[in-house]
């Protein structure tokens, strides 16, 4: 939905919609859309700023990075921000260092599905894990080792390459 803000009333704008998106618009490719993203949205001037608040929802279906197993990820997030016209994107070069995430409107135009977009990609684990305590494959057999022990002994290893082991896991 785009939002023109010639239009914007006074005491701002409340949207209640449901957004559709493409797995491959997101930054984690392996990962599938259980359920739309439904966003609570609220589009406010002050000033010249616009303030864009909201809450959005969503499940996922994403790729455990150390089993590989596929798991379900609820995402219930919030987002406070604050956009600038594009008459000051002129200046950027003169802005300092921590106004280098300012947020920008161009032709007093806003796209919320844009925005939910970018916020819903913010959200998403850089490593995404099924559990924290996720111990992955086992590296003899390939067998997921929480689905119970395998065979081989590989779990036991020698003390100093377990240790080896714990480096590598806090690494990822
Ligand atoms: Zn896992
Ligand atoms: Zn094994």
Not at 60 to 80: A, H, I, Q, T, Y
């Amino acid at each position: 939905m785009i939002i023109d803000l010639d239009r914007l009333p006074e005491d701002g704008l409340n949207i209640s919609q449901d957004y559709e998106f493409f797995s491959s618009e997101l930054v984690e490719e392996n990962t599938v859309f259980l359920e739309p993203v439904h966003a609570d949205i609220n589009v406010r001037l002050l000033g010249e700023e616009i303030f864009i608040t909201g809450r959005f929802t969503t499940c996922l279906s994403f790729v455990c990075s150390r089993c590989l197993s596929p798991f379900e990820l609820k995402v219930d997030s919030r987002f406070d921000l604050v956009y600038l016209p594009e008459e000051l994107d002129m200046v950027k070069d003169q802005l300092d260092d921590e106004d280098m995430g300012q947020l920008f409107f161009y032709s007093q135009k806003i796209d919320l599905k844009d925005v939910v977009l970018e916020q819903l990609n913010l959200t998403f684990p850089v490593r995404p894990l099924c559990a924290k305590d996720c111990q992955g494959i086992c590296p003899v057999c390939g067998k997921i080792i929480k689905e119970g022990d395998c065979s081989c002994a590989a779990h036991e290893l020698d003390p100093r390459l377990g240790k080896f082991k714990d480096f590598l896991r806090d690494k990822r």
